[in-house]
């Protein structure tokens, strides 16, 4: 499914709305149909949707002002990553079936891993000697993945440590996963120069 720009900004707005997590999301689709019906919806209308409290109402009317979502496109672009949205058909099918889904994912790097494990291809130029299928690049996709969370206020220490572990799994071609929070989460998969305010 095609996702236009402005959805995709009311995906991401809503998402990333303070108090909203997987099960307010789905209660606002249900009532409005689509995020950007629940960020035009009258502040009223918010409040009567189950789970949705005036703070919760109040923090999405704040949220769509500011245009977060836009300004998060924006540094998505900046950094060569993207939002993977859970209506999009290459968001991981394994997500899929779990009880309270993500319903945006933010991915930087190859998406081999998160949209459905890797390809089959037999061809021999796609199979590396390990039998692990190659990209466009020629580098081999690995099947792996590693999950590198942490504190939001790292130390020094911290931030060496996750830097040195994620770089490592760079190199061995090893999927970093996140939950994208600020501190430990972000620096596993920033490059060194790179600075972002998500």
């Known amino acids: 499914m095609t996702t236009s720009t402005n959805d ?3 995906w991401i707005t809503l998402a990333l709305t303070p108090g909203i997590g997987p099960t307010r999301f789905q209660s606002l689709l249900r009532a409005f149909g689509s995020p950007d019906g629940a960020l035009a919806a009258p502040f009223s209308f918010l409040c009567a949707v189950p789970g949705i409290s005036s ?6 009317r704040e949220e769509r002002d500011a245009g977060r979502g836009s ?3 924006e540094q998505l672009e900046k950094l060569g990553a993207r939002a993977l949205l ?3 058909e290459d968001y991981p ?3 899929r079936d779990i009880p309270d889904p993500a319903m945006v994912l933010f991915a930087w790097g190859k998406l081999g891993i998160l949209a459905g494990g890797v390809t089959t291809s037999q061809e021999p130029s796609r199979v590396d000697a390990a039998g692990l299928p190659r990209d466009g690049s020629g580098v081999a996709m690995s099947p792996l993945a590693a999950a590198i969370v942490g504190t939001r206020h790292p130390t020094q220490y911290g931030i060496d440590v996750t830097k040195g572990a994620a770089a490592a799994c760079a190199r061995a071609g090893i999927t970093v996963v996140s939950g994208m929070a600020r501190g ?3 620096i596993a998969h920033c490059r060194p120069s ?4 998500l």
């Open 8 to 10: 995709r900004e009311a």
């Open 55 to 60: 703070a919760c109402a109040t923090a999405i």
């Open 71 to 73: 300004r998060v496109l």
């Open 86 to 88: 859970f209506t999009d």
């Open 93 to 95: 099918a394994v997500l």
């Open 184 to 186: 430990c989460d972000a």
């Open 194 to 197: 790179a600075t972002f305010d």
